[in-house]
């Protein structure tokens, strides 16, 4: 008993938190089964290694600020023909995020651009690769105001750390020129250091008109674009199918707003 007090003693001290909550349990399942004791302790520490591979896959997915949980698993690629289900699955080896590639994902509201941005970017915390996602809005305001209160610098380090930085809903709404510039400085100081992956549903051709300046947005499209991956969707949206299966929308209705999205896909095939 004096052996086995000292053993847990040394655990705490050691921090080994979870090792110390089994230790009996794995005791007694080692004496039941005759267990050698190398077998019983390498049971242990693999209890203590998995609860601590936990703690930081949470912690990492909280900092990561994703809006929920999704993985490539529960993608419906069935749904979404247009989309090269072997590219994707090449995409979540993670070698663009190691080669500090980008990643574009086109294509109207709803088709799934986000779901494959939340799962790649949890592909990427599992694999010890930071993650962390803000929407664009949210973004260039931050960027903005940092810009006019002279601490760009400073704010810009919270978008640089992450290996993989997730730009969502880009092109939902306009940016003034000063937003535009401050996210030029981003893309500029990420470029070939870390990932980003874009979500949008705006062509190429019109960000010059959404960014308020062409020879911005040009600029921004030639440091995304050197080395990226483009992910072009046309397809129905995930949430008119859901509301067409739940009866809460006519077939006329489904039609017309089918027919919105398509006219407002934009027009880039992939590279």
């Excluded at 698993?73 to 989309?83: E, L, R, Y």
């Excluded at 929407?135 to 960027?143: N, V």
Aim: a neutral charge.
């Amino acid at each position: 008993m004096i052996a086995l007090e000292q053993a847990r003693q040394h655990l705490e001290t050691l921090g080994l938190n979870q090792a110390v909550e089994v230790l009996d349990s794995c005791l007694d399942a080692a004496a039941r089964k005759q267990m050698p004791y190398p077998d019983m302790l390498a049971d242990l520490l693999g209890i203590e290694v998995a609860a601590r591979r936990e703690r930081y896959l949470t912690t990492r997915t909280r900092m990561a600020h994703l809006p929920f949980r999704r993985t490539l698993d529960q993608f419906d690629f069935g749904f979404q023909p247009s989309i090269d289900e072997r590219q994707v699955k090449e995409l979540a080896t993670l070698a663009f995020v190691s080669e500090a590639t980008n990643l574009l994902l086109l294509g109207p509201p709803g088709v799934g651009k986000t779901h494959l941005a939340v799962a790649l970017a949890l592909r990427s915390i599992e694999n010890g690769y930071g993650a962390y996602f803000v929407r664009a809005y949210d973004l260039m305001e931050d960027l903005r105001k940092a810009r006019a209160e002279h601490r760009l610098d400073r704010r810009m380090r919270v978008y640089l750390a992450p290996r993989v930085l997730i730009v969502d809903e880009f092109g939902i709404w306009p940016y003034d020129r000063d937003s535009a510039t401050a996210f030029f400085s981003l893309v500029s100081a990420r470029y070939e250091r870390g990932s980003i992956i874009l979500t949008s549903n705006k062509g190429f051709a019109e960000w010059g008109e959404l960014l308020g300046d062409s020879v911005i947005a040009t600029a921004i499209l030639d440091r995304l674009l050197h080395h990226s991956h483009v992910i072009n969707i046309r397809g129905e949206s995930y949430r008119l199918r859901d509301k067409r299966q739940a009866g809460l929308m006519t077939s006329q209705r489904l039609l017309n707003s089918s027919s919105e999205e398509h006219n407002n896909q934009p027009g880039v095939g992939q590279i």
